[in-house]
């Protein structure tokens, strides 16, 4: 009789066909990311990875359209449990340019960390603006949803001037994103940012404080 496995354990099949879903979505992010979504056929997908098209369809049923709109799925799921992440060091007695500062340098790790997701949104966006189905994913909490929780207990304490927060977090993240893609890639990156950044957060704080 054969053993039997232990709940929720993965055999070497499941692992490998994980790693094979993983490697096409990795793929197609590059493609998409380069060539954008459109000019991206099926064809030049499967050609790259070197795979039968029936093996591309076998884990994407829905093709091209399924492949990125797991992309964008799986990177927005990334980016709020990244941010929640942030949040969870977020003490409300911190004062607020050191919170402001932790939230930029992680940010600014995370949006480096993923810049082929921001191409691909910032490529596609005038398109995927119109989709219903950019609107109805399973999960519809924003990124910066449980950042504006957080400064909005400061502002009710009074440490933060009343402002629309959601605006207020979201050209925030805008100022680190941008740096993020067009920011000085001369002379030490790591010093580079760090400048910026400490110039952005004392901007923030100076505009935001009461």
Do not use: C
Not at 55 to 72: A, D, M, N, S, V
Not at 74 to 98: H, M, Y
Not at 150 to 173: C, H, K, N, P
Request: hydrophobic share 40%; no cysteine.
């Amino acid at each position: 009789m054969a053993e039997e496995l232990p709940p929720n354990r993965m055999t070497s099949r499941d692992i490998k066909a994980q790693e094979r879903r993983q490697q096409i979505l990795v793929v197609a992010k590059r493609m998409f990311a380069a060539g954008g979504y459109h000019a991206t056929s099926m064809r030049s997908l499967n050609k790259e990875l070197g795979v039968a098209e029936a093996l591309t369809y076998h884990y994407f049923p829905g093709g091209k359209l399924e492949i990125l709109q797991t992309i964008l799925r799986e990177g927005r799921d990334a980016r709020i449990a990244e941010i929640k992440t942030i949040v969870s060091q977020l003490k409300d007695d911190l004062p607020l340019r050191d919170a402001l500062l932790l939230t930029a340098r992680v940010g600014i790790s995370l949006y480096a960390g993923d810049k082929e997701l921001i191409q691909i949104g910032m490529r596609e966006r005038n398109w995927l603006r119109h989709e219903e189905w950019v609107r109805t994913f399973p999960i519809q909490e924003s990124p910066v949803a449980p950042l504006r929780e957080y400064f909005a207990r400061r502002m009710a304490q009074g440490e933060i001037r009343t402002m629309d927060l959601t605006f207020a977090v979201s050209q925030f993240f805008s100022g680190i994103l941008m740096h993020s893609f067009f920011g000085d890639e001369e002379g030490d990156a790591a010093a580079n940012d760090e400048l910026y950044l400490n110039k952005l957060v004392e901007f923030t704080a100076n505009l935001w404080s009461t």
